[in-house]
C-alpha cells in the first residue's frame, strides 16, 4: 500500500451475517468499491446474499459483487472489512465476546493477509477495539494499516439525539465519542458545535436547552441503543452498515475525512499501547492522523479511564 488510488478499488466483506451483509449493501448504493466480495464460512447464506445484491445491481453505481466460502474471493483486495464473529447476545457485554473473535483472528487475519497483502484490515467485530489490537499484533502492519469502526457508530447516535433535541439536522451537528466502543465511551461535549455555536453555550432559542440533565439522557440513549436494538431484533445492521461503508468510501476516495475510528494511539495524553477512539485523518493510506483534540479534565480523565478498562480485556485475553 503506497497511497495509490486503485482505478477498480475491490471492497472484500468478511463475514456475510447481519452487519457484513447490510456493510456490502451500503457500499454498493455509496458507490465505495467497483468490486464487494463477501467471504464467509456459511456457503449457502453467502450464496444468497450475493444473488440479492446482484439483482439490485441495476440501480447502484457500476459495480459487481461476488462471494464464497474460500477466502480467495479476498485477493488482492484494497480493503478488507472484518465482520466475521460471535455477536452480542441480550445482557452480554461487548468485552464478553473478546475471547471468542481474538481467537477466530488469529488464523483469519494472517489468512487474509496471504490473498491480499497490500488491503487495508478495518474492523468490525465487536470487541472492536480489542480486536483492531489483536489483528494489528496477528497481521505485523503498520498501525495505519489496521484500525476499526470504532466509534464512528456511536457518534452518529449522539448527533442524532442531539439532533432531535436541538431540531436542527444531524448533519449540522458536529460532535464525537471517544474512548472505547463500549460502556466507557465517553462524549466529548467541550468541542462539540451545532453549526458554529459550542454546544455548551446552546440555548432554547432553536430549540430545546442542552443542559447537564439532557446531555446525561442523550448519553444513556447512546451507550443503551445497541442493548435496546438486539433485544427487540436480534442485531443491529443498518446504521452499522452505513457507518462502516462511509469509513470505505473515505479510504478508497482518499478523502483524508475526520473520522472517529479506533487505532493504536502513541502517547495520545500519555496513553500508549492501545487501541481506542478519537477523531482521526483516515484517507487511501488508512490512518493518517489522530487529531490533537481539546479536552476538558473530566473528558482526558475519561480517556485514561476508557484506555485501562480495554486494556484490561487485552491482557485478559492474552495479547
Ligand atoms: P452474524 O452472526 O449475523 O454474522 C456473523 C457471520 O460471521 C456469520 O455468517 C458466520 O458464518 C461468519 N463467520 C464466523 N466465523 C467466520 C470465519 N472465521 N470466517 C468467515 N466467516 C465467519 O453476526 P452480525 O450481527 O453480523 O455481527 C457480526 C459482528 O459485528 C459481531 O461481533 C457484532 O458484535 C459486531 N458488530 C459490531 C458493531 C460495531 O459498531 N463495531 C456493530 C454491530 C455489530
Not at 15 to 33: D, E, N, P, W
Not at 40 to 61: C, I, M, S, W, Y
Not at 112 to 119: K, Q, Y
Not at 161 to 189: C, F, K, M, N, T
Request: aromatic letters at 4%.
Amino acid at each position: 500500500m503506497n497511497g495509490a488510488v486503485a482505478a477498480q478499488p475491490k471492497v472484500a466483506i468478511v463475514g456475510a451475517g447481519s452487519v457484513g451483509a447490510t456493510l456490502a449493501y451500503a457500499c454498493l448504493i455509496k458507490g465505495a468499491g467497483k468490486t464487494v466480495a463477501l467471504y464467509d464460512l456459511n456457503a449457502d447464506k453467502t450464496r444468497a446474499e450475493v444473488l440479492d445484491l446482484n439483482h439490485g445491481l441495476q440501480f447502484v453505481p457500476t459495480a459487481n459483487v461476488m462471494g464464497s466460502d474460500d477466502i480467495e474471493v479476498c485477493r488482492d483486495a484494497d480493503v478488507v472489512v472484518i465482520t466475521a464473529g460471535a455477536k452480542q447476545k441480550p445482557g452480554q457485554t461487548r468485552l464478553d465476546l473478546a475471547e471468542a473473535n481474538v481467537n477466530m483472528c488469529r488464523t483469519l487475519v494472517p489468512g487474509l493477509l496471504e490473498v491480499a497483502p497490500d488491503a487495508i484490515l478495518l474492523l468490525v467485530t465487536n470487541p472492536v477495539d480489542v480486536l483492531t489490537y489483536a489483528a494489528l499484533k496477528f497481521s505485523g502492519l503498520p498501525s495505519r494499516r489496521v484500525f476499526g469502526t470504532g466509534t464512528v457508530l456511536d457518534s452518529s447516535r449522539l448527533r442524532v439525539l442531539i439532533a432531535q433535541r436541538a431540531d436542527v439536522a444531524v448533519r449540522s451537528v458536529h460532535a464525537y465519542i471517544a474512548g472505547e466502543h463500549g460502556d466507557s465511551e465517553i462524549p466529548l461535549w467541550s468541542s462539540a458545535t451545532i453549526g458554529a455555536v459550542p454546544l455548551l453555550a446552546w440555548d432554547a432559542t432553536a430549540g430545546a436547552r442542552l443542559d447537564d440533565g439532557a446531555r446525561q439522557e442523550i448519553m444513556a440513549g447512546v451507550v443503551n441503543a445497541a442493548e435496546e436494538i438486539i433485544r427487540g431484533k436480534g442485531a443491529t445492521n443498518y446504521a452499522i452498515g452505513l457507518a462502516g461503508a462511509r469509513v470505505v468510501e473515505a479510504i478508497i476516495h482518499d478523502e483524508k475525512a475526520v473520522l472517529p475510528v479506533t487505532s493504536l494511539l502513541d502517547d495520545y495524553i500519555g496513553i500508549s499501547d492501545v487501541c481506542l477512539s478519537l477523531p482521526s485523518i483516515v484517507g487511501r493510506a488508512g490512518v493518517h492522523t489522530v487529531l490533537p483534540v481539546p479536552l476538558s479534565g473530566d473528558e482526558a480523565a475519561g480517556l485514561r479511564q476508557s484506555a485501562d478498562t480495554v486494556r484490561g480485556v487485552i491482557h485478559e485475553v492474552g495479547l
